[in-house]
């Protein structure tokens, strides 16, 4: 549930209208495979784990699920490419990727330049703290006054830091690893993330426990922001329509054990 600023939607608008590179029989995806439980990389093959391409890793998680029940569906092979997150619009706009299914949350601002699928799952917003730390019992947002807390490089849980009274905004960060680095070694008392992926975090990071918040006393979110949706061109309006409908084939119970498998088969250190 991550947005990318407005700069990088205005140069995804100057790359659109190229041509696809994938040939008939595969379907490209673009994630970062760097923010488990959605999306990891790992040296093994098992399954469900996909080949990188030009890689000799492989990409596993429930984006990856996902992106297999699409190409399935549309009865292409599924091709992956690892790409930073903020590469991820250029990317599908110049043709190098087909879709992206990496946790990305459908935005207004996003909308200007890809299109977007129904949502393929919804989730809420955390914040995760050391096990030593005096927020480990914390509440609500306001037990978070004066702390220290960190979120994503260009998503929307930076943007909605600033809803913890006379927080101190740390600089954000680019990826997850970086954020769970910041908190282990206390130069953040807290990282915000949406719920999974902390299940995901503290089952491998022993110092670190998760604070929810009952209704009320956390975070102000709208549908939107708690959802995650494929994203591909605009003018690719077959194949978003595909997509639709492979998804609302899938059950919301089918979609829960896909995350609980997920987070089951991480391998510790993603």
């Keep these: 549930m991550r ?3 407005a700069t990088l939607s205005l140069l995804t608008l100057l790359l659109a209208g190229c041509a696809p590179a994938s040939k008939d029989d595969t379907i490209i995806v673009g994630l970062e495979c760097n923010y488990a ?18 890689d000799a890793a ?56 890809v299109s977007f699928s129904a949502p393929y799952y919804a989730s809420d917003m955390v914040l995760i703290v050391r096990k030593d730390s005096v927020y480990a019992n914390a509440k609500s947002l306001a037990d978070f006054s004066g702390a220290k807390v960190i979120a994503q490089l260009s998503t929307f849980h930076d943007d909605i830091v600033d809803q913890i009274p006379s927080v101190v905004h740390m600089t954000p960060l680019s990826s997850f690893p970086l954020l769970v680095n910041s908190v282990s070694s206390k130069d953040a008392d807290a990282m915000v993330s ?35 949706s494929v994203a591909v061109r605009k003018t690719d309006t077959e194949l978003l329509a595909s997509i639709n ?6 059950s919301d119970d089918t979609r829960n054990q896909w995350m609980a498998d997920a987070l089951a088969r991480q391998p510790e250190g993603n």
């Design 194 to 228: 949406e719920r999974p992926v902390a299940i995901s975090i503290v089952a491998t990071n022993s110092d670190l426990v998760i604070v929810s918040f009952e209704d009320g006393l956390g975070f102000a979110t709208s549908f939107e922001d708690t959802t995650v």
């Design 3 to 5: 947005k990318i600023i």
């Design 37 to 54: 439980p959605f999306n990891w990389t790992q040296i093994e093959s098992a399954a469900p784990a996909v080949k990188i391409q030009g």
């Design 58 to 113: 492989f990409c596993d998680g429930y984006d990856i699920t996902i992106a297999q029940a699409i190409a399935d569906g549309l009865n292409k092979t599924l091709v992956v490419k690892k790409i930073a997150w903020e590469g991820l619009e250029p990317a599908l706009n110049s043709g190098e990727i087909d879709m992206i299914v990496a946790g990305m949350t459908d935005t207004t601002e996003r909308r200007e330049s």
């Design 245 to 250: 409908t492979i998804l609302a084939g899938i």
